[in-house]
């Protein structure tokens, strides 16, 4: 009876066209439908509840088909479609109330039908903001369903209604998009339809839901199947409405829904995780073959996504035992995988992706070391990280010549480098050796080295990326400084770091970039500061012979390394900044006060009577002697070293120290001497002092026409 009057109202609308009073009414056959539905639907009003829907579908889907054939459209043309979003919208509160006893079929055909009259309505009136909002509504009803009767009604049905559902509104916009697309039809808001088919995605999230539920998704067929189902969906949809992002998002979301199920699963899943994994990151990467001549970046991206993502589900399964699951497997797969993200990379140009990809490599190989800490497992450790290492190494040596100006590989080498050191040093700990750990960062040096051969080949002089040589030099050398303190010890760290320094002086004459600037004086401000502030090297080595000892050899060669990088500076922009002075006139400055110190070190050491050296004046006169020669002495070279390298800022320094030399000589030391020896202290104080006054004459003080 209800149907026959909304019938009967829907023929007066087309005779006078009050399309108003028909929308009421289709609106409240609707509500009827689904109050009854609610309340009275149940397998023994099986055939009602089929005829009911029957004559709905009719009604709902051929009203407005009928009137467009006619040439009579319905106004206003968003009416039908509001009408059916509004049944649609009371549907969520019957859901919400009586899901729990409405049959998971009946809610499925109503949603259905309601859907299916949203789109042919929305298409037929070039209006997809109803259809839009229908998919969102749609998606709270089954948010609802879900909440309340999910887990009465079991994994399976609720996992065929999601698939359903969301077929149905990807179905329903690709149509629409198709049907608004076509000549005749075409308006500006045909393009309008393709954000709808993104609404898809849900069924994704409602998978992931499932997923990270041990005991919704194990086992994991169902899941699966459906995920199968969903993502072939998607994709085929995307293909529909040319939407070459939605290939990227469906790729990426099949990999999270089996990154979310192996994170709960036990390590007994790990094969089919591992399985699973490889699966959804093939299925992405073959969309990306077979779409790879259009223009879309959608499924490159997608690709990336889907196996990176699957990578780190490897990390999940990295937790089963080798007997579950054998280290060749997992290995294998997870360098299969970084290796197409690395070229799928380079392939699109997109840089700071393949070093993106060392954080998944370190997390897979991280996983699996935390899972097998015992002692034994150090060498497969090792292993692991030294297979996905090879990949970011070998990166740039494969591309050769086809590199030109990029530097992504290089830097995708360089911070797989600074991971295998970490990864490396923790397997060899692992297995208790730590006395070689040193030769880590001395390989990677080394090969880093090797990089920067190839760079020095690939490039003329005249053409060259001195920022990217610069790089790679950088890396070298710092593999080396890392190396030094682990390898050597104390004094020699230091030894090591100036000599490190003054190599880098050296590349930066021949690649002048201002890293290696400020990296050669860090190292020698550190150096510095080791020798000349740092108590603890008085007791770096117990004391053994006298002059011949760890200190001469120690701040002899830290000092000649410092006038080395001088000397090489000399010539270059050196300067550290605007208001400071040039490194070319701090280091030797610095250099000969590690000779000063050393100079009170050795007289120290020679009259020490302890285990220990101290500096002390007045213990006996001929220690306080020996200062005083060997300061005026010092005094003498330093002025002739001024005289000789044209140095204002040395010449300066040695008649400070030789005018405070003098005082001290007449004021403590002349009290402590008698006879003789006042005589003949005071005669070579004179002669000295005479010797001073007379090379400041001839060479400094002489007037400036002498010079000519």
Known sequence: MLFALIALIAWRAFSREPFAIYFVAAFFGMATAATWSATYLTLDHLRAGIGIYAVFAVLSLGVPVLGHRLGRAMAPRWGAGAGLLAALALLTLLVDRDSARMPLWGLAILLAILNAGIFVESAAAAFPTISLVAAGVASIVLAGWWIAAAGAAGVLPSLLFVALLVLAMLAGHAWAYRHTRRPRTATREAFAFEPGVYLGLLGHLFLFCIAIKAEWSTPPWPLFGALAVLTLAVVATALAVQAGELVAAAGAAAAIVVLAWSSVTTAAWSPTIVAASEVVAAQAVVWWALLRRRT???PAIGAIAALAVATLALGEAARADTTTLPVPVLMAAAATNIAVIIALAWTNGWPWVAPGAVAVAWWVQWSWQRAHSDAAAWMPSLIFAAVLYALFVAYPIVLGRRIRGA????????????WFFFAARSALLQGGLQAFVGAVPISEGIIM??????????EPPGARDLGRIA?????????ATVAIPLQLDRQWITIGWALEGAALAWTYRQVPHRGLLAWALTLMAVVFVRLAANPSV??????GSRVLNWYLYAYAVCAAAMFLCAWWLADTDDAIAKWAPRASHVLPAAGAILLFMLLNIEIADFYATGPQIMFRFGV???QDLTYTIGWLI???????????????AARIAAVVLVAITAFKAFLYDMGSLGGLYRVGSLVGLAVSLSLVALALQKFV??????HA
């Open 296 to 298: 879309w970046r959608g």
């Open 407 to 418: 530097r992504d590989p290089f830097i995708a080498a360089i911070a797989g480098s600074a």
């Open 449 to 458: 080295a090797v990089l920067l051969r190839q760079l020095l080949r690939l």
């Open 471 to 479: 790089l790679v030099a950088a890396a070298a050398l710092a593999f």
């Open 634 to 648: 010092f005094g003498l070279l330093l002025l002739a070293a001024g005289i000789v390298f044209r140095s204002h």
């Open 620 to 622: 006996t006169i001929a």
């Open 538 to 543: 008085f007791v770096y080595v117990p004391r």
């Open 701 to 706: 003080l002489r007037p400036a026409k002498d």
